[in-house]
């Protein structure tokens, strides 16, 4: 039997010593642009409060502060990113607060959003004509089913929106979003 095991030269350990280097430099390299990748492209962890509540946010997913909205004149409806993303318009009251209820931008017909009619006092689908009130509820069809809710909360400067599940008050009935 033969015992001789091979003997590895210098020049076969300097090669897998210049294998290791090089390749623990592509991993390095890679995790590094993998990590800028991700730094970029994933959103920040999201910040949420009481009941999944989270801060209404701008179109560059920065907070807007309650101030902003409040300078607008009473009635005014403000668009912002809300719960999931979806967009939500924010009402101003007349004595200058915020609606507790904010309405999602997204049509119940086939999901269309639509602008706020300020003339009409509508919200209008330019996708089919749907009408909605300044609650939400159908006007006119195509569209089945009244706007969803999201609850609105002013704490200090922030805005914050969380989820509608109990009754809407608008039929007395649970939610259909929920
Ligand atoms: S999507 Fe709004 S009316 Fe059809």
């Known amino acids: 039997m033969d015992t001789n095991f091979p003997i590895e030269g210098p020049s076969l350990s300097r090669r897998q010593l210049l294998n290791f280097l090089t390749g623990a430099t592509v991993a390095a390299t890679a995790g590094s642009a993998l990590y800028v990748v991700g730094k970029v492209f994933m959103p920040p962890a999201e910040t949420t409060g009481a009941g999944g509540a989270i801060l209404a946010k701008d179109v560059l997913g920065n907070p807007i502060p309650a101030r ?36 999602v931008d997204n049509c119940t017909h086939l999901g269309c959003t639509f602008p706020w009619n300020p003339l009409d006092q509508q919200f209008q689908c330019p996708c089919h004509g749907s009408l909605y009130a300044p609650d939400g509820s159908v006007v006119r069809g195509p569209a089945p089913l009244p706007l969803k809710l999201v609850h609105v909360t002013v704490i200090e400067d922030s805005i914050w929106l969380s989820p509608w599940t109990e009754a809407d008050p608008r039929t007395g009935n649970m939610p259909w979003w929920v």
Do not use: K
Not at 83 to 96: C, K
């Open 68 to 103: 902003q909205i409040l300078a607008e004149a009473p009635g005014s409806r403000a668009l912002v990113a809300g719960l999931a993303g979806e967009p939500t318009y924010l009402i101003v009251q007349d004595n200058s607060t915020l609606d507790p209820m904010g309405i």
